[in-house]
């Protein structure tokens, strides 16, 4: 499975371009095998490092490590989600098993930061669920009141206030959440492979061709050599289906995103001079939105499906009319041609917005499909996958287990019509707020 992403990621190019790229070119043994080089497979992978000193660790990733999903996200850690189907007083358990992980995932990622030093642009400013429409003031409010029953600090915020923190006079009703954090998230997964510890061995632009299990061993075939190896740990993500793992449990969703150049002083001032602050959409398929620390304007406001794997030139720049639509719809003060980087990325969907963290077999262990929060939840599943792994268990593992566990999905052609049909809906509801 070749993976091409283009090369228009705004977060990735900030970062200087990396050198030490190895790809695989001979037959390896070893004991432990990591297929996915993000977010969960580094995490994974330095956690096996600590525990097992003595063993011979591989990861390998199709592309180059860390520059799939982990990079090309808008660079929100989430305690909380709204349109994830938990909204009502009926689902407040299962609501508070998934905030539960998300409270985790933090940790795990905050941990990491202060033990390794990490510049990530680390900002503790919340986060809006925002809509432009005031009749969305009523799942404010069934929102804003589920979250104070499980003791998340909130408030409803109305459009003068918003006008003063966003900058626009686009948004009229907002729950504003104070425990999300915004970084860079390009800067957070470099920093991962940077601190890989010397035990471990990463391959890069080495795809995954096949996998078999014989004999209580897995053989694995690449383009140029094979690996076997005692276990293997699937950290995909997207990709989960396309390795066999979890057939039917997860797909992938393709997002567009375009990030302007830096907001001249003039323009700054003109919307406010406001500090940074991240904006997701009260109503499903409605635009997410970042206002950066070093005034740019991230916005990502498509959603399909479409081949994973890669997206033509032409497909994406007929998505930035859309990224231009809403950015202009929001700040139309600014000039034609600010956009400065566009790019495709894969989110990981359940049908029922859980995900997958199990032994599929003796020796096989898979963990992925966030649902648009794999920062946080990604980097505390790949570390606990580990422990799992290495017959481990924690205090994390029984909290991951709890939830509930994503559903079984039906064939193709239906499972692709049932989607298309979702999103066209959510599309047509949200229109205004792309």
């Not at 471990?200 to 004999?215: A, C, H, Q, T, V």
Request: proline content about 3%.
């Amino acid at each position: 499975m070749t993976v091409i992403n283009d090369n228009g990621c705004g977060w990735l190019n900030q970062l200087p371009k990396r050198t030490n790229i190895k790809s695989l070119k001979k037959d390896i043994i070893c004991d432990y095998l990591i297929v996915g080089a993000g977010y969960t497979g580094l995490s994974a992978a330095r956690t096996l490092s600590e525990i097992h000193k003595n063993k011979k660790i591989v990861i390998v990733d199709a592309q180059i490590a860390g520059e799939g999903g982990s990079s090309r996200n808008s660079g929100y850690l989430v305690d909380t989600t709204l349109n994830d189907g938990f909204t009502s007083n009926k689902d407040l358990k299962n609501y508070n098993k998934k905030v539960k992980i998300y409270e985790e995932g933090i940790k795990t990622v905050k941990k990491f930061v202060k033990e390794y030093q990490v510049d990530c642009d680390w900002n503790n400013s919340g986060k809006y669920f925002a809509s432009s429409r005031i009749e969305d003031e009523k799942k404010a409010k069934l929102f804003s009141t589920l979250l104070s029953q499980l003791n998340f600090k909130n408030k409803i915020v109305y459009e003068d206030e918003l006008k003063n923190k966003l900058g626009t006079k686009f948004y009229k009703i907002s729950i504003y959440t104070e425990g999300g954090i915004l970084l860079n998230p390009a800067k957070l997964v470099r920093a991962m492979i940077d601190t890989l510890p010397k035990n471990i061995d990463l391959f890069e632009n080495s795809p995954l061709i096949k996998w078999k299990k014989l004999n209580q061993k897995i053989y694995c075939e690449f383009e140029e050599s094979n690996i076997t190896t005692d276990k293997i740990i699937f950290c995909t993500n997207g990709f989960l289906s396309s390795n066999n793992i979890k057939h039917r449990y997860s797909f992938p969703i393709t997002l567009t995103a375009s990030m302007t150049r830096a907001l001249s002083d003039s323009e700054y001032e003109f919307l406010g001079s406001p500090k940074e602050w991240g904006v997701l959409p009260i109503r499903p398929m409605g635009a997410t939105i970042r206002f950066t620390k070093d005034r740019k304007i991230l916005i990502r406001n498509t959603a399909e499906i479409t081949n994973p794997k890669f997206m033509s030139k032409s497909k994406l720049l007929s998505r930035v009319k859309f990224h231009e639509m809403g950015l202009y719809k929001r700040f139309p003060s600014l000039p034609k041609g600010i956009i400065e980087s566009s790019w495709s990325g894969i989110v990981c969907r359940s049908g029922n917005g859980s995900q997958i963290f199990e032994k599929i077999d003796n020796n096989v262990y898979a963990a992925g499909c966030y649902n648009g929060s794999g920062i946080g939840v990604g980097s505390l599943f790949g570390e606990q996958i580990a422990l799992m792994a290495s017959d481990q268990n924690s205090r994390e593992i029984a909290i991951i287990q709890e939830r509930i566990k994503p559903n079984w999905l039906p064939p193709q052609p239906f499972l692709n019509f049932g989607i298309n049909l979702r999103l066209l809906y959510e599309r047509m509801k949200a229109r205004s707020e792309i």
